[in-house]
T-cell receptor, first 116, second 116 residues
Framework: QKEVEQNSGPLSVPEGAIASLNCTYSDRGSQSFFWYRQYSGKSPELIMFIYSNGDKEDGRFTAQLNKASQYVSLLIRDSQPSDSATYLCAVDPTFISNFGNEKLTFGTGTRLTIIP | GAGVSQSPSNKVTEKGKDVELRCDPISGHTALYWYRQSLGQGLEFLIYFQGNSAPDKSGLPSDRFSAERTGGSVSTLTIQRTQQEDSAVYLC??????????????FGNGTRLTVT
């Protein structure tokens, strides 16, 4: 089982609809979760991070975390063509306090296409 | 300010040759990471620097891979006797602190390496 799993897509969503991206992880001790957006040929950029169970909203983006079920999702409301990209889920496998040896484990990404 | 800078942006090399990839992190960022992204794959962690030291080299795929960082700034990833399976995009990222929970990763645009 991969440590971080995502549906590779492509996921096609009509403009203006809600895009829902899902990610599951295997390490039950994981504490920190990140969503990165990567446009074709470009580097990943951080969209959101979440640590606590529940929802976290930032503009049109909402991250949802369910540690009991070991999944994290990203919702994009009012989808725009500019949201078309690959979305990478990243998990900090083991929470270590300051000056630990942290590195993220990335999923393979979900390719999202917003259809005008 | 300037972001993470990587050079070259593209590199085509013959099998068996050595290559050097350069990363110039954001000024003041103490932590520096190298990742590799192959087609259809997630980001694969290679090595991490805190200052000039590399506490975690666990991701380097073989002894043909090495990296160094000097002056707490520029880092060079060297691949000796390149193989075709080394073809990938090599991404460098930096963060202000080692603790990714307080300081997210900022990625460069990557070096696309093609081994023929």
């Amino acid at each position: 089982q991969k440590e971080v799993e995502q549906n590779s897509g492509p996921l096609s969503v009509p403009e203006g609809a809600i895009a829902s991206l899902n990610c599951t992880y295997s390490d039950r001790g994981s504490q920190s979760f990140f969503w990165y957006r990567q446009y074709s040929g470009k580097s990943p950029e951080l969209i959101m991070f979440i640590y606590s169970n529940g929802d976290k909203e930032d503009g049109r983006f909402t991250a949802q975390l369910n540690k009991a079920s070991q999944y994290v999702s990203l919702l994009i409301r009012d989808s725009q063509p500019s949201d078309s990209a690959t979305y990478l889920c990243a998990v900090d496998p083991t929470f270590i306090s300051n000056f630990g040896n942290e590195k993220l484990t990335f999923g393979t990404g979900t390719r999202l296409t917003i259809i005008p | 300010g300037a972001g993470v800078s990587q050079s070259p942006s593209n590199k085509v090399t013959e099998k068996g040759k050595d290559v050097e990839l350069r990363c110039d992190p954001i000024s003041g960022h103490t932590a520096l990471y190298w990742y590799r992204q192959s087609l259809g794959q997630g980001l694969e962690f290679l090595i991490y620097f805190q200052g000039n030291s590399a506490p975690d080299k666990s991701g380097l795929p073989s002894d043909r891979f090495s990296a160094e960082r000097t002056g707490g700034s520029v880092s060079t990833l060297t691949i000796q006797r390149t193989q075709q399976e080394d073809s990938a995009v090599y991404l460098c990222a930096s963060s202000l602190e080692e603790d990714i929970n307080n300081s997210p990763l900022h990625f460069g645009n990557g070096t696309r390496l093609t081994v023929t």
